[in-house]
């Protein structure tokens, strides 16, 4: 065969259907699809919509504890 | 959402039993699928075995196919939103997929594409370019469809070493019908030419 050659052909090997069926595995599929799609670290509570909620909540603690000692 | 799932339990039984109206079936499979993956599985069972099929014959092994095709697969799941219906079947966008994804795997692993033939492929080859060539001319096919370019060399891999119809291979080329016969029958014309150059002339 000529050895620069950039394309092979060769003889095909039969392979029935059972044996196809048999590498079927739709929830591997949907389990790749998933964590493809999903991300499997979320993000922190803080960073999300509770952001706000957990900044009022610091915020409200700092003043009574400023209250609490000078106050 | 009830209605939905109704009509994919009983979707899921009919794939094995095709009717012939199946095209519109499988239109609404898409949309389906398009609203939740789950429903994607109708489709993945329509067409696992031909796109295994059409993955082995370039790859030649069970377990590199079944990992390829379910890259396939995950790639049309993905990607199932940008797929619009315009004349063109799914399982021709799963095949152009299917190109790409071998592509890229012969690319990553430095491999040589490759592609399988059975003598039926190596007598439609031959009625092709040249009537009267022994079947068992394997290494000089290859070298011929070496000296091809990429597009030309999928076109013959699709017309005659997968055996589909100028439809189909216009389908999956994204082209017309009639526009894929042109390309062929010019991509025949060419390997003609060069097995007259490279080997008749010469003596072979």
Redesign the interface.
């Known amino acids: 065969?000529?050895q620069e050659?950039?394309?092979?052909?060769?003889?095909?090997?039969p392979?029935s259907?059972e044996?196809?069926?048999a590498?079927?595995?739709?929830k591997?599929?949907?389990y790749?699809?998933q964590k493809?799609?999903k991300p499997l670290v979320k993000t922190p509570l803080y960073k999300r919509h509770y952001r706000k909620i957990l900044m009022t909540i610091i915020l409200i603690a700092i003043v009574i504890w400023l209250i609490i000692e000078f106050g | 959402m009830y209605l939905l799932h109704q009509f994919y339990i009983h979707s899921l039984k009919a794939t094995r039993n095709l009717q012939p109206d199946e095209h519109k079936q499988e239109i609404e499979w898409i949309k389906a699928a398009k609203q939740h993956?789950?429903y994607f599985?109708l489709l993945?069972?329509k067409y696992?075995?031909q796109i295994?099929?059409f993955v082995?014959?370039r790859l030649?092994d069970?377990?590199i196919?079944?990992d390829v095709?379910?890259d396939v697969?995950?790639k049309a799941?993905?990607n199932i939103q940008s797929y619009e219906y315009k004349g063109f079947t799914f399982g021709s966008w799963l095949t152009r997929i299917a190109i790409n994804e071998v592509n890229q795997y012969f690319r990553a692993k430095g491999k040589?594409?490759?592609?399988?033939?059975?003598e039926y492929?190596q007598t439609q080859f031959w009625k092709e370019v040249h009537e009267g060539m022994s079947k068992e001319e394997?290494?000089l096919?290859?070298?011929l469809?070496?000296s091809l370019k990429e597009d030309e060399?999928e076109i013959v891999e699709l017309r005659i070493f997968d055996d589909k119809a100028f439809k189909e291979v216009g389908e999956i080329l994204q082209i017309t019908e009639n526009n894929a016969k042109v390309k062929f029958y010019r991509v025949i014309d060419k390997l003609k030419k060069l097995y007259l150059e490279k080997y008749h002339e010469s003596g072979k």
């Open positions: 065969m000529n050659n950039k394309y092979h052909i060769h003889k095909e090997e392979i259907d044996e196809i069926r590498t079927k595995d739709f591997k599929l949907t790749e699809y493809m799609t | 993956p789950k599985e993945y069972n696992y075995i295994f099929r082995y014959k030649a069970k377990s196919s079944a095709c379910s697969f995950l799941m993905v040589v594409p490759s592609i399988s033939i059975d492929g394997y290494i096919i290859s070298n469809m070496h060399k």
